[in-house]
T-cell receptor, first 119, second 117 residues
Framework: AQTVTQSQPEMSVQEAETVTLSCTYDTSESNYYLFWYKQPPSRQMILVIR??????QNATENRFSVNFQKAAKSFSLKISDSQLGDTAMYFCAFMISKYSGAGSYQLTFGKGTKLSVIP | ETGVTQTPRHLVMGMTNKKSLKCEQHLGHNAMYWYKQSAKKPLELMFVYNFKEQTENNSVPSRFSPECPNSSHLFLHLHTLQPEDSALYLCASSQDLLRDSFENEQFFGPGTRLTVL
């Protein structure tokens, strides 16, 4: 079974500053994907960034980037130049690759980190 | 309407009531999901449908009954619920389950906030 742990229930950051949200996971699978989802107060959850486990290069999407450490099973999210619109719950999630043979398409989520951006 | 929509957005019901949650996706997807989001807990996958066929039931109590009449619509029928069933119920959709996970991004609806009295 897979588990995802987000150790920071709440965080805050000043506008325009940089913040890093941590995520660790546990799995015995070798082929998998990792995701960060954002859920603003209006509740529609959206995908922020995703990472393929077999890729060494860290994914980036504009102001969002990840630090993926496969050996340590760590997948942190860095938000640069924080904006007020970044205020939201952030969820780290894990999914086994279909081609691993496990056939699972289930997303396993962490409990989330509530990020507040302060003006 | 675009994306994934859910109605109603809020629902209060008694334990003896019967109600239904509705989800509609306008993305041309073939896979749809129901999740339960409770406070202080990770999202829990409840049901998965692929091309209208149920492929997953994560040991969900029978008081929750899903229905998927076509690839665009998903319902969750509720009856004799318990107060601990109060939560945010999220619907999601993705292309289909034949694709690998990375290509199968899930798009979420805004959720229905359910309160069981």
């Amino acid at each position: 079974a897979q588990t995802v742990t987000q150790s920071q229930p709440e965080m805050s950051v000043q506008e325009a500053e940089t913040v890093t949200l941590s995520c660790t996971y546990d799995t015995s699978e070798s082929n998998y994907y990792l995701f960060w989802y954002k859920q603003p107060p209006s509740r529609q959850m959206i995908l922020v960034i995703r990472q393929e486990a077999y890729k060494q290069q860290n994914a980036t999407e504009n102001r969002f980037s990840v630090n993926f450490q496969k050996a340590a099973k760590s997948f942190s999210l860095k938000i640069s130049d924080s904006q007020l619109g970044d205020t939201a719950m952030y969820f780290c999630a894990f999914m086994i690759s279909k081609y691993s043979g496990a056939g699972s398409y289930q997303l396993t989520f962490g409990k989330g980190t509530k990020l507040s951006v302060i003006p | 309407e675009t994306g994934v929509t859910q109605t109603p957005r809020h629902l209060v019901m008694g334990m003896t009531n019967k109600k239904s949650l509705k989800c509609e996706q306008h993305l041309g997807h073939n896979a749809m999901y129901w999740y339960k989001q409770s406070a202080k807990k990770p999202l829990e996958l409840m049901f998965v449908y692929n091309f209208k066929e149920q492929t997953e039931n994560n040991s969900v109590p029978s008081r929750f009954s899903p229905e998927c009449p076509n690839s665009s619509h998903l319902f969750l029928h509720l009856h004799t619920l318990q107060p601990e069933d109060s939560a945010l119920y999220l619907c999601a959709s993705s292309q289909d389950l034949l694709r690998d996970s990375f290509e199968n991004e899930q798009f979420f609806g805004p959720g229905t906030r359910l309160t069981v009295l």
